[in-house]
C-alpha cells in the first residue's frame, strides 16, 4: 500500500512543479527513477521476507508446546524461541500478523516436528483440535477393575512413557492432581471387551473429572467396547450414550452382511449369542469357530451349556464369581442356566466387541458340537461325545500337573 501512494504523490509534485518550471524536469525525473528503485527493493525485501518465513526452520529435533488458555503470540512466539523452534519470535509475529491469524491461536499441547517452517508452526497452533503431544491419562476398564495409567508423550521418540499407573481402588499419587487439572491433558477411557454394563457405568462413576452421576444401569451387551477420548464438556451420560450409539452401528452393520441359514430372528438374539462367544474366549482366531458350535448346536435343539451363562445368573452382571461354579449352582434353574434350558438366554451376558458381534452371524461352517480348554490358552474342538472326553481327559491331566 505504501508505494502506491508514495507513487501517487509523486505524480502530484511532479505535475505541480512542472508547471513551475522545465528547469524541474530532471528533478521530477530524478523522483520517478527513486520510486521506481524504492518499489523494487520492496518487492525484493517481500520475497526475502516470504521466504524467510518458509525457510526450513532451526529445530533440529521435534518439541512439545504447551499453549495454555489466554496466551498471546507474544508468550508462545518467545518460548517458541527458547525452544530453538524460532529464529525470530519479532519476525513469527509479523508473519502471523500478515496472514490475520494473531486471533486465532488455540489452547492445547502440539508437536512441533523437527525443522518445522514459521508457516508450519503458525498453522500448528492456530488450527487447533486434538492435543497432539504432552499428557495423556487413560482410565482402563477391565472386567474387575479400572487402571488408570498417566502417560507422557516424548517428543523425540514419539513414544509414550508411563509416569504412574495405579488402581482406581489404590491411593492417587500425589502429582495426580496437578496433571487432572492441566486443561491440556488428555482423557481417555478404553473399556475391555466382555465387560458388563454394571461394571462400565461404576468406573465412569469413579472418574472425579466427569460429572453427572449415573443411576440407571444401560441394557446388557448395549455398549460398544472401545476408547473413547473425552473433555471437560463431556458427561458421564453423554460418554455413555456414544457407546451405545457406536454399538448400533456395529450390530447393524453385521447384521447386514450376515449368512444365511442362521438361527437367529432378530440382530438382538444375534448380539446375545455374541456376548456368549466373548466370555468363552479372547482368541480372535477362535470366535467364528466357537460361534459355529453354538449355532450347530442351536440348529439341532441342544443345550449351550455354557458356564458364562450360569455365571451371570447368579451375579447378573454386579460382581466378579471369582471361583468354579458348585454342582449346585449348575443345578440351579435361573434364565440363563443353558444347561437346563434350551436356546438361548434372555439377554447378553456382557458387552460384546465387533469380532464378537461379526463372528455370531458369520461362524466357520464346520460340525463341532463341543470344546473344552487345552491348556494353550485356546480350545479343542469335537464333532462327537467320545472324542470330547478324550478332550476333557486330556484337559484334566493338565490341570493336575499345573498343580503338582
Aim: proline letters at 5%; hydrophobic letters at 40%; a positive charge.
Amino acid at each position: 500500500m505504501l508505494f502506491p501512494i508514495l507513487l501517487a504523490l509523486g505524480e502530484q509534485t511532479l505535475v505541480c512543479y512542472w508547471r513551475r518550471s522545465k528547469m524541474w524536469r530532471s528533478a521530477a525525473s530524478n523522483i520517478i527513477s527513486l520510486l521506481v528503485v524504492l518499489m523494487l527493493l520492496a518487492g525484493g525485501i517481500g520475497l526475502t521476507a516470504k521466504s524467510f518465513f518458509i525457510a526450513t526452520g532451526p529445530l533440529t529435533s521435534p518439541i512439545c508446546v504447551r499453549i495454555p488458555s489466554g496466551s498471546s503470540f507474544r508468550t508462545v512466539s518467545e518460548e517458541l524461541e527458547k525452544k530453538g523452534a524460532l529464529q525470530s519470535a519479532w519476525f513469527f509475529r509479523v508473519g502471523v500478523r500478515y496472514q490475520e491469524k494473531e486471533t486465532k491461536l488455540k489452547a492445547g499441547s502440539f508437536l512441533i516436528p523437527a525443522f518445522s517452517t514459521m508457516q508450519d508452526i503458525s498453522n500448528i497452533v492456530t488450527q487447533g483440535g486434538a492435543n497432539t503431544c504432552g499428557t495423556e491419562i487413560v482410565y482402563g476398564v477391565g472386567i474387575v477393575s479400572t487402571t488408570i495409567r498417566v502417560r507422557e508423550l516424548d517428543p523425540k521418540t514419539s513414544k509414550l512413557e508411563e509416569k504412574f499407573v495405579f488402581k482406581s481402588s489404590d491411593k492417587r499419587p500425589s502429582a495426580f492432581n496437578s496433571f487432572i487439572d492441566d486443561e491440556s491433558t488428555r482423557h481417555r477411557i478404553v473399556v475391555a471387551e466382555g465387560t458388563t454394563s454394571w461394571r462400565i457405568v461404576q468406573a465412569l462413576n469413579e472418574i472425579s473429572y466427569l460429572t453427572g452421576k449415573i443411576n440407571e444401569i444401560p441394557e446388557e451387551g448395549s455398549l460398544a467396547p472401545n476408547s473413547y477420548e473425552f473433555g471437560r464438556k463431556d458427561t458421564r451420560s453423554s460418554i455413555l450414550k456414544r457407546m451405545s450409539v457406536e454399538q448400533d452401528i456395529i450390530l447393524q452393520k453385521a447384521w447386514e452382511s450376515k449368512s444365511d441359514n442362521l438361527p437367529f430372528k432378530t440382530p438382538g438374539e444375534a448380539l446375545i449369542l455374541a456376548s456368549v462367544i466373548e466370555k468363552e474366549t479372547g482368541l480372535k482366531s477362535e470366535r467364528r469357530i466357537v460361534a459355529s458350535v453354538f449355532i450347530n448346536r442351536l440348529k439341532k435343539g441342544m443345550p449351550l451349556q455354557t458356564d458364562p451363562t450360569v455365571i451371570y445368573g447368579i451375579t447378573k452382571g454386579k460382581e466378579i464369581l471369582g471361583r468354579g461354579l458348585r454342582q449346585s449352582e449348575l443345578r440351579k434353574d435361573t434364565p440363563w442356566n443353558t444347561y437346563l434350558r434350551k436356546g438361548l438366554p434372555p439377554t447378553p451376558i456382557a458387552n460384546p466387541g465387533e469380532e464378537s458381534i461379526f463372528a455370531a452371524l458369520n461362524p466357520e461352517k464346520t460340525d463341532f458340537i463341543f470344546f473344552v480348554a487345552d491348556g494353550t490358552g485356546g480350545h479343542a474342538f469335537a464333532t462327537n461325545l467320545s472324542d470330547h472326553n478324550q478332550n476333557v481327559a486330556n484337559w484334566r491331566a493338565i490341570e493336575k500337573n499345573s498343580k503338582d
